[in-house]
């Protein structure tokens, strides 16, 4: 029996429409309107501007705020994110929210994840949104609290007006205030929608595809830099779906992860606060295991010879070993949250079990690095 997802379903017209009216006038319009009068300084300027606030928007508030609650915002912060995530045209709040909470839930399963990455690029780059797939219809009962957010239901339910304000209103008072209205409605208005649809759907598409997998193999999510950069840290996504609660999804210092900066010196302002963050040890332990299983994976397909058991040997110490230390940081987690919720434990005794606990993070990094040595002689 064929599933209905596979068959094909009715056109998705207003998505499609818009698809291809953006970028037909994206493709004609704009540079039309270079060659015959070219764009001053201040309609380049506020291109990167409104691309910024759009994309920014999605990142830190549809997605990182409303689908994935990492962090609390005050209303005047929320109300931001709603108004240019209306103006990024990608659905309301409610609805992006709804259907990126089904993709992490239903991930890579062909019929339930909205867009599946299984499915090919062009499905889940863009193909998801042409047609009325029953995978896209959202499930509302998983944005309960969403649904009694004032804010949330206002922007759901004048999603199309606020939308058409936000696109029309903003690149014409921008353009009047610069002397360039019509360039400036040309780049801050129609290049911008087309772009910021393809960076955030790159994330969908790419981000699934190419890169690399170093918290987890459970699911085609992967972590690329070059996507990273494109869509404001968002392409770290194989992180990301190991740990969907952490505001952040890059965690080493070199990354390229703005969302992440922006939502924490919110947080300094106090325009947010309660950011979630994974404890290192649990990110470390995730590395870990991935490597185990790559290493696992390796010496199957490899013959058997000495240099290779003797590998094999040290693997499965350090898996043990790394066992261990995950049974004691597990004992150690359960102790320091049960003496800290009654309230009993000493001030030396807290400072003994932070320091073990810190312990077992520098094990645990001591035995990446050798894991990372180990790996290099299966090559």
């Given at each position: 029996?064929?599933?209905?997802?596979?068959?094909?379903?009715?056109?998705?017209?207003?998505?499609?429409?818009?698809?291809?009216?953006?970028?037909?006038?994206?493709?004609?319009?704009?540079?039309?309107?270079?060659?015959?009068?070219?764009?001053?300084?201040?309609?380049?300027?506020?291109?990167?501007?409104?691309?910024?606030?759009?994309?920014?928007?999605?990142?830190?508030?549809?997605?990182?705020?409303?689908?994935?609650?990492?962090?609390?915002?005050?209303?005047?912060?929320?109300?931001?994110?709603?108004?240019?995530?209306?103006?990024?045209?990608?659905?309301?709040?409610?609805?992006?929210?709804?259907?990126?909470?089904?993709?992490?839930?239903?991930?890579?399963?062909?019929?339930?994840?909205?867009?599946?990455?299984?499915?090919?690029?062009?499905?889940?780059?863009?193909?998801?949104?042409?047609?009325?797939?029953?995978?896209?219809?959202?499930?509302?009962?998983?944005?309960?609290?969403?649904?009694?957010?004032?804010?949330?239901?206002?922007?759901?339910?004048?999603?199309?007006?606020?939308?058409?304000?936000?696109?029309?209103?903003?690149?014409?008072?921008?353009?009047?205030?610069?002397?360039?209205?019509?360039?400036?409605?040309?780049?801050?208005?129609?290049?911008?929608?087309?772009?910021?649809?393809?960076?955030?759907?790159?994330?969908?598409?790419?981000?699934?595809?190419?890169?690399?997998?170093?918290?987890?193999?459970?699911?085609?999510?992967?972590?690329?830099?070059?996507?990273?950069?494109?869509?404001?840290?968002?392409?770290?996504?194989?992180?990301?779906?190991?740990?969907?609660?952490?505001?952040?999804?890059?965690?080493?210092?070199?990354q390229w992860d703005p969302s992440k900066w922006l939502i924490c010196?919110?947080?300094?302002?106090?325009?947010?606060?309660?950011?979630?963050?994974?404890?290192?040890?649990?990110?470390?332990?995730?590395?870990?295991?991935?490597?185990?299983?790559?290493?696992?994976?390796?010496?199957?397909?490899?013959?058997?010879?000495?240099?290779?058991?003797?590998?094999?040997?040290?693997?499965?110490?350090?898996?043990?070993?790394?066992?261990?230390?995950?049974?004691?940081?597990?004992?150690?987690?359960?102790?320091?949250?049960?003496?800290?919720?009654?309230?009993?434990?000493?001030?030396?005794?807290?400072?003994?079990?932070?320091?073990?606990?810190?312990?077992?993070?520098?094990?645990?990094?001591?035995?990446?690095?050798?894991?990372?040595?180990?790996?290099?002689?299966?090559?």
């Amino acid at each position: 029996m064929t599933s209905p997802d596979w068959q094909t379903p009715p056109r998705n017209w207003p998505a499609t429409l818009m698809f291809v009216v953006s970028t037909v006038a994206a493709l004609t319009l704009v540079p039309w309107y270079g060659f015959r009068h070219g764009y001053s300084h201040a309609a380049w300027l506020w291109f990167v501007v409104v691309l910024s606030l759009n994309e920014l928007a999605i990142t830190c508030g549809y997605h990182r705020l409303f689908a994935h609650v990492t962090y609390e915002a005050r209303p005047s912060l929320r109300l931001m994110y709603l108004l240019f995530g209306a103006m990024a045209l990608q659905n309301s709040a409610l609805l992006w929210s709804a259907g990126h909470r089904a993709h992490h839930q239903f991930i890579d399963d062909p019929e339930r994840d909205p867009y599946c990455a299984r499915r090919g690029f062009w499905f889940s780059h863009i193909g998801w949104m042409l047609r009325d797939y029953p995978s896209g219809h959202p499930d509302l009962h998983c944005v309960r609290e969403l649904q009694k957010d004032p804010l949330v239901m206002w922007q759901h339910r004048h999603y199309v007006l606020v939308a058409a304000a936000m696109n029309v209103g903003v690149p014409v008072s921008v353009g009047w205030l610069s002397g360039d209205v019509i360039g400036t409605f040309l780049l801050a208005g129609v290049l911008r929608l087309v772009v910021s649809h393809h960076l955030t759907f790159c994330i969908n598409s790419l981000a699934h595809m190419l890169g690399t997998q170093p918290y987890s193999t459970d699911n085609t999510a992967r972590d690329n830099a070059l996507v990273a950069l494109l869509t404001f840290g968002e392409g770290y996504h194989n992180y990301h779906h190991a740990f969907a609660r952490d505001y952040r999804n890059a965690v080493r210092w070199w990354q390229w992860d703005p969302s992440k900066w922006l939502i924490c010196t919110l947080g300094w302002c106090g325009l947010a606060k309660n950011l979630k963050r994974v404890p290192w040890f649990r990110i470390q332990r995730a590395l870990l295991d991935a490597q185990f299983r790559r290493a696992e994976r390796q010496l199957a397909r490899e013959p058997a010879r000495a240099q290779l058991e003797q590998l094999r040997k040290r693997i499965a110490e350090e898996y043990a070993a790394f066992h261990s230390a995950i049974s004691a940081w597990t004992q150690l987690r359960e102790q320091w949250i049960e003496e800290t919720r009654r309230a009993i434990i000493a001030h030396w005794e807290r400072s003994i079990l932070q320091s073990r606990l810190e312990e077992l993070e520098h094990a645990l990094r001591s035995q990446y690095r050798r894991m990372r040595l180990l790996q290099a002689q299966l090559h």
